[in-house]
């Protein structure tokens, strides 16, 4: 997305004194970053579905594996205009769910709610023509419905997360206009909690998450990364 | 971006499968009836919350959420929980005290051994396999010699939480004194022998099956 960057111009009288000067390129620095962000940024917002990759496994007489259930997964990123070739974008993402258990051979169990709140900063490129991709870094945290079996000794606080995502809006027309398009998600963090530490388990478990989702963006322009 | 790229690598060859912890170290929970029947119970997923009902003497009710809080908190997966049922009659483990109801006191465990006394009695079972009736747990004040009140709470705690576990399904006792199953029971809270114990039944197949 290219957009024109807002600029105050202004002119000081020679009249006025230095100390005038002074307070009023002040007050422009002040205001300045302001204005050029809110003129910059842009929105995209996306609503979709994710899958979460298994928490734990573990083997007692038989294999039980804990993940959550398919989830509704919502975003939003905030994302600067692209400057040689690369721009900056912000997001945070939410998902709630249902934790299940997986007894192998056996019965699913809901285990409760849970819900993720993960926040990222990250780089967007232009890949081919309404094709974009995405590389973020951030941390995410685990807020479950009960505090208890895996969860009884808390969370274990914000996990670091790495992910990248594809973007595409079709080039012309209504979705062009209103930054319509897909989205693909992808993120990895290691998985762990106090619980399962105090039990034995001693090292974490990569979770892979994948989300699909619709996104619009505002404000509605063209060239949309 | 070789950067990130590069740390997400490492991310992924950090994270390893990681190794489920050891779960060795049980007494035997399966009764069994010579010459080859064996008998596992457990309350199945489709079966709990398990409604527990305490007579409402005394502080009963208390003692019976704690034993059975001592029990649920040993399991990771929420593979038991329970509830206290107000009407005995929808329950599934019925809690009395047999005869006398022990003040409520602070406990003291030195010298309650003997103080009190359990037995659960498991209901029969049908021609498939299901059992057809409730739990009965009986607690009795003993009286062949002098206990203080605090002693006769003591007791009362771990005697009530080794009751239950009988209702859970540890239908024998442990040979290990520093287990709440053992016979009688010596310590006041299950051990870690206990817990891979209990875990390893509730994730062994039943032969008999909770009532309808």
Redesign the interface.
Known sequence: MHETVGRSDATVGRSDGRTARAVFALILLSISPTVRLSAQVSLQAAAGVRYTSTLV??????G?D?RPRLAPAFSVTATTPIQHGWAVAGIADLSWSTLE?H?QGG?T?D??GLTTLAVEV??RHPLVTGLSGR?A?GGLKYFPG?E???F?DGSGGIL?L?G?ALSYVPPAGIAQRWGLGIEARYD???F?TP??RN????????VHRVALALRAAWPHASGQP | ?KR??A??GL??L??????????GGTYNFADTIPPDTIIVFHW???RVPVRFYAAPQGNLPFLVQRAFAAWA?L????ELTGTLASDSLTADVIVIWSDSVPPDAPPDTAGALGACNGVTDVPTVDSTSRLTGPFHIQLTVLTTAMYTPGQVQACMRRTIIHEVGHSIGLFLHSPAPGDIMHSPPLVDAPSEQDRRTV??L???PATILPPP
């Open positions: 496994h573990d083997s007692i007489v038989t039980v804990v258990r007894d019965p169990v285990l409760g990250g780089v590389l870094v009960n208890t079996g895996i009884r670091p790495g990248v990895l963090h290691a762990i619980a399962l039990r034995g388990f001693t090292s974490s478990r990569a | 971006m990130i790229l740390t997400l991310a992924v950090a994270c390893n499968e990681p190794t489920p912890p050891s779960r199945p997923s489709s908190g399991f990771l997966y929420d875990e390893r509730y994730h062994t």
